[in-house]
């Protein structure tokens, strides 16, 4: 079946280092969501990219979507103890639905 | 304006027992998702509900596991005959619509239900 990895599993970082977290499908997508999940906390959307090669930014998070739309990644500048927390990204499974399938996630801890 | 409710946020279940989780989504959002996450894992798709229709049930881990939406708005999970392999957090996710053209619409997610069974 369709599966969705991400690298790495686990990040440590000083308080203003960069962070990159790699998100790879085994199947294209249509589209491809990124969600933050704190500590104890649900996921919370931060973005959605659709186009083949697309770079979007936020502030210090800057996502881009692979041009095969097989693989995408999430950089953060400059770390924060904000920061802290799971990324996931996500892919609808198949052509047609509205099902996501989660990657493994990257846990993300600041060290300030 | 409100978020995605679930209730309740903690509940615990001895085995053999029937547990039934309450999901209040956003109102007027069309979708509506149910999500199984273990700890340390990402959120594994359980079912989905378009409106009161329960479109998508296979990720349901077996015929103990039910969901429903009857009016289209609130649902519940229940799971019967609890097993210890059932602790986990489940999660209700709702968003305004479906797919459509490649894109999706963004799903907004309840606190979760944290089941524990002993």
């Known amino acids: 079946g369709q599966q969705v990895m991400q690298i790495p599993q686990y990040q440590h970082v000083q308080e203003g280092e960069d962070f990159t977290t790699y998100c790879n499908s085994s199947t294209t997508l249509s589209n491809i969501q990124w969600y933050k999940q704190r500590p104890g906390g649900h996921p919370v959307f931060l973005i959605q990219?659709?186009?083949?090669?697309e770079v979007k930014k936020q502030k210090r998070l800057t996502f881009q979507f692979g041009e095969a739309k097989k693989n995408s990644s999430l950089h953060i500048t400059a770390t924060q103890t904000t920061d802290v927390g799971t990324y996931f990204c996500a892919g609808p499974q198949g052509g047609a639905t509205n099902k996501l399938i989660f990657g493994t996630g990257t846990l993300l801890a600041v060290q300030p | 304006g409100a978020g995605v409710s679930q209730s309740p946020r903690y509940k615990v279940a001895k085995r053999g027992q029937d547990v039934a989780l309450r999901c209040d989504p956003i109102s007027g959002h069309v979708s509506l998702f149910w999500y199984q996450q273990a700890l340390g894992q990402g959120p594994e798709f359980l079912t989905y509900f378009q409106n009161e229709a329960q479109l998508d049930k296979s990720g349901l881990p077996s015929d103990r596991f039910f969901a429903e939406r009857p009016e289209g708005s609130v649902s519940t999970l229940k799971i019967q005959r609890t097993q210890q392999e059932d602790s986990a957090v489940y999660l209700c996710?709702?968003?305004?619509?479906?797919?459509?053209?490649?894109?999706?619409?963004?799903?907004?997610f309840g606190p979760g239900t944290r089941l524990t069974v002993t």
């Open positions: 990219l659709v186009k083949s090669g």
């Open positions: 996710a709702s968003s305004l619509g479906g797919l459509a053209g490649g894109k999706s619409y963004e799903q907004y």
